[in-house]
């Protein structure tokens, strides 16, 4: 104790010196750091006078919080509770994570021969991903607290990794390229218990969680802690990990393709793994995947890409494989317009689609069709198919003998582009996005613990909009629905999931399976139970949101998959598991179907469904016309036009030989991987908290109603294309105005166009779609206050072909 007592005490007295005396004075905090040891630690020990609980820092602390410290409990410890949350601190430097983790092992020291609960069964020793929230984030929403989850999620960047000690967050933008991201996860005793209110807290209840087994930390572990019924105190712990990202080889296990002789599909590109073992104190990795050990806690993610998405190579080679042809129906069943030909067993648009089964994608395209007929009983959508491989293939970059690449949608006709496409044979080359998954975990004293399961996956273009925000949002009113308002997908984050991780894994050191079948509670967020007492104090979900920054919780990830934006699914022996292997190669080819559909997986994501058009999926949560980019050709763009957020543009009213009509992008032409290979794609984070994008949502759900019918007033089955989307802030943090221009789209009659002011063909914007419109009309909302969430006015008027102009306002309240 004394070793770990000295230099917790030394980071307090170093922390007060440096200006935090006079800001736990207030709180009647003041301790002597000149008085003997015991008599110090007495004083941070004992209870203090009443204080004001009205102040910023401690608004949410815990009601029966009354010292300075307090053993084995770190949110009833008033001085880590001000260090560890979110609170603006007003330019005092908070401790470091390492810090942080020394005064956590401190608190876990002071009550080390206090009595511990300990239920029936025996106390299992695991790594868990955790961090300190406040109220409105945790799962009980008493007061601020530990949460903790068997899931970390972190992300792949170009830029090195920063914590934000203001925020308490990876930071996801470094203003020109996103960083990567990291988790901290910690060593713990844990109990098993079931999912009953009085045992645990649980931050997303699901059907049947009260029979399931949840995992809840006693106390955290570190060299020198003792473990109740053990003699003597652990003596040494060394952090493992291990990865494995396997895409490339199972799209050409899977696919049946086949690569060239010179290619070794079970060595890297095709296979990647990372193995790193790091003693405490120390940092450790690979060429993939960091790892900072402290003494009860380490932190862990990926390292920065030179790109986020990079041509595969296998020493000078490139990674390709042969595009098979086209499987599908005739083409005189194909359809026609914008979604001719896309009826297909293993294509999506001009994408590789890589089908785990024929019959359970026909039952699950089956399923899409019925889900807004029978939503009771098809919302959300069954999982069906599990994807054994990448869902999505890039097949757009053809390898030619030379060494060469070609970007097809960039040199080709209409009519050849997509003949070629159809016909395969050709090679195209693969890419490496550094997307993997895997487990961290602990051997104390010679003997490994439990694992917690870790993502590395996407970049997050939304850090400050949660999953978790939307979701409970989507349950305060009936008309607020997630299905009234996604026609794809919807908010549920992946802390309602109850899939196990991946059932691959296995310990390279041992051998052994690193997660069992039974594990179907690892994305669950947990903390203390609920006294039941306080069952009548618990505020509404939805009524405050839970935080300003990005998480590394699975709250903050997503629980739909089709394939996924952060994590795909498999099965083995009938049980689903947690993986990446299903998610697009690359990923961005996954970003531009999410995007395309309303952002399906997850909602808190890009929606570029109005930039592509795609029949019968309207947009759910707008973006604004700058956020989309203005084309040069558009009436407000210009020569030197940037595009937006994904490398394209969005759409804008055109006129062609007297008719009336929108120009777009092309989903069949758009390549976001050939645009992160140009640094246009990912080239912004959006600063949209999820208010942000509530009122999005809510001011269309307001126009949608107001307006005259089309095809319905809901925004999932709306027929109006959003055009323009617009909005007026006058000075506020918030718009006071959003305004949008709506039509009806010609989908059957969609004409392949080029740009008239961009010249090259291989530039932003020169490949792109015009089709027929109808009922132009403009919408614009009005909120009252700067802090609403639902506006208060809509007015309408309609576009008068005749005086090309639009005609006179109507107005309706909203109540």
Avoid at 80 to 106: F, I, K, M, Q
Avoid at 110 to 117: A, D, F, I, K, T
Avoid at 388 to 415: K, M, S
Avoid at 539 to 561: H, I, Q, W, Y
Wanted: charged share 20%.
């Amino acid at each position: 104790m004394t070793d770990i007592e000295t230099r917790a005490l030394d980071v307090l007295r170093k922390r007060f010196a440096a200006g935090w005396a006079p800001v736990f004075a207030r709180f009647g905090i003041a301790p002597d750091f000149n008085a003997p040891v015991a008599a110090l630690r007495d004083s941070l020990l004992q209870p203090l006078a009443p204080f004001n609980r009205d102040d910023p820092l401690v608004s949410d602390l815990a009601s029966d919080a009354h010292a300075a410290l307090c053993a084995n409990d770190p949110a009833k410890s008033i001085v880590y509770h001000v260090w560890a949350g979110a609170h603006p601190t007003h330019g005092l430097e908070r401790p470091s994570l390492e810090e942080l983790d020394l005064v956590e092992n401190y608190l876990y020291v002071l009550g080390e021969h206090e009595p511990v609960p300990v239920p029936d069964g025996s106390l299992v020793p695991m790594v868990l991903a955790y961090a300190y929230r406040h109220r409105a984030a945790t799962p009980h929403r008493l007061h601020a607290d530990m949460v903790y989850s068997r899931v970390a999620i972190t992300r792949v960047g170009t830029r090195e990794a920063r914590f934000s000690a203001t925020e308490q967050s990876w930071e996801s933008w470094a203003g020109d390229g996103f960083r990567v991201t990291r988790a901290r996860v910690g060593l713990f005793l844990c109990r098993i218990v079931d999912g009953a209110a009085g045992n645990v807290s649980i931050l997303d209840n699901v059907d049947g969680d009260a029979q399931r087994n949840f995992v809840l930390p006693v106390r955290k572990l570190f060299e020198g802690a003792r473990i109740p019924g053990f003699a003597s105190a652990i003596r040494s712990i060394r952090f493992r990990g291990y990865f494995l990202g396997d895409k490339l080889k199972r799209v050409i296990d899977v696919s049946g393709t086949s690569v060239p002789g010179t290619l070794d599909v079970t060595r890297a590109p095709f296979v990647n793994e990372a193995r790193v073992e790091v003693p405490v104190g120390a940092s450790g990795g690979d060429a993939y995947i960091e790892l900072n050990a402290f003494e009860g806690a380490c932190v862990v993610g990926p390292r920065p890409r030179a790109q986020l998405v990079s041509v595969a190579m296998q020493e000078e080679q490139i990674a390709r494989f042969t595009v098979p042809p086209r499987d599908g129906p005739p083409s005189l069943l194909r359809g026609h317009g914008i979604d001719a030909g896309n009826l297909s067993f293993n294509r999506h648009y001009t994408s590789m689609q890589v089908p785990s089964g024929k019959t359970r994608l026909v039952l699950e395209t089956a399923f899409a069709q019925l889900e807004h007929v029978f939503p009771g009983a098809l919302y959300p959508l069954p999982k069906v198919r599990p994807r054994v491989a990448p869902e999505y293939v890039n097949i757009r970059h053809r390898v030619e003998p030379d060494g060469r690449i070609t970007v097809l949608g960039n040199t080709l006709p209409a009519g050849e582009y997509e003949a070629l496409l159809d016909a395969g044979g050709f090679e195209a080359a693969m890419f490496d996005d550094g997307v993997m998954d895997g487990a961290v975990w602990a051997v104390v004293d010679g003997v490994p613990t439990s694992a917690a399961f870790v993502l590395v996956t996407a970049p997050d273009f939304f850090p400050r909009a949660d999953e978790e925000d939307l979701q409970a949002w989507s349950q305060t009113l009936p008309s607020r629905a997630a299905l009234h308002q996604f026609k794809e997908g919807g908010p549920t984050p992946l802390s309602a999931g109850r899939f196990v991780p991946n059932l691959l894994l296995n310990d390279p050191w041992s051998g052994e399976p690193l997660f069992a079948s039974t594990d179907n509670t690892v994305a669950a967020l947990v903390s203390r139970a609920v006294p039941s007492a306080a069952d009548g104090r618990l505020p509404p979900k939805g009524t405050a949101f839970r935080r300003r920054a990005g998480g590394f919780l699975a709250d903050s990830a997503s629980n739909e998959f089709a394939p996924g934006w952060d994590v795909s699914y498999d099965e083995q022996d009938g049980t689903y598991y947690y993986t990446t292997h299903g998610l697009g190669s690359p990923f961005p080819e996954d970003v531009k179907f999410c995007a395309s559909a309303n952002a399906y997986w997850p909602a808190a994501a890009p929606d570029a469904a109005r930039t592509f058009e795609r029949p019968g999926i309207p947009s759910a949560i707008p973006m604004l016309d700058d956020e989309l980019g203005f084309h040069p050709d558009s009436p407000y763009g210009a020569p030197d036009a940037q595009p937006g957020w994904d490398g394209e543009f969005g759409p804008f009213f055109q006129m062609r030989e007297g008719v009336a009509g929108v120009n777009s992008a092309d989903i069949r032409r758009s390549d976001y991987v050939y645009n992160a290979t140009q640094l246009t794609f990912a080239s912004r984070v959006f600063d949209l908290s999820s208010e942000e994008l509530i009122r999005r949502m809510e001011a269309l759900r307001a126009c949608i109603e107001a307006i005259p019918k089309a095809g319905s007033e809901m925004p999932a089955l709306t027929q109006y294309w959003i055009v323009s989307a617009t909005a007026v802030w006058n000075a506020e943090p918030r718009a006071t105005h959003y305004t949008f221009q709506l039509c009806v789209p010609d989908n059957d009659h969609v004409q392949p166009v080029v740009s008239s002011t961009v010249s090259s063909a291989a530039a932003p914007g020169y490949w792109r779609l015009w089709r027929p419109v109808s009922k132009r009309i403009k919408a614009e909302c009005q909120f009252e206050r700067p802090d609403d969430l639902v506006p208060c006015v809509v007015r309408y008027a309609s576009y008068d072909e005749t005086i090309g102009a639009y005609g006179d306002w109507q107005e309706r309240e909203i109540r």
